[in-house]
């Protein structure tokens, strides 16, 4: 997933959240908001309760590769992901069933 499309600062994370537009499952939770900018942008967040460094970076990588598989880039919103403590006990391709789950409730 290239830069421009990663919401870093977290102004615009809270901005997002507060907006309380949400979709939720057991593995993660969805934030969505009207996007600002000409593409959509997605920022991944993982609370430190679920492992160390090493693990919360695995789990964003994995989540990374998961949004450059499902999105195009050209929907009308950007996206909050929280990652929730049971995305580490379920495999890739659930979790990734998952957020196309999500991803799906959001364009309908």
């Known amino acids: 997933m290239k830069k421009q499309y990663r919401i870093r600062k ?16 057991p593995v993660m939770t969805i934030y969505v908001r009207e996007k600002k900018e000409d593409n959509c942008r997605v920022g991944i967040s993982v609370k430190k309760k679920i492992g160390n460094a090493v693990v919360r970076n695995k789990i964003k990588r994995q989540v990374r590769m998961m949004v450059q ?27 990734k069933k998952v957020l196309e789950m999500l991803l799906k409730k959001v364009k309908i």
């Open 69 to 95: 598989e499902l999105y195009t880039f050209d929907e009308n919103f950007d996206t909050i992901i929280l990652i929730r403590d049971k995305f580490i006990e379920e495999s890739y391709e659930s979790n």
């Open 10 to 25: 977290s102004q615009e994370f809270s901005e997002i959240i507060k907006a309380k537009n949400f979709y939720s499952s």
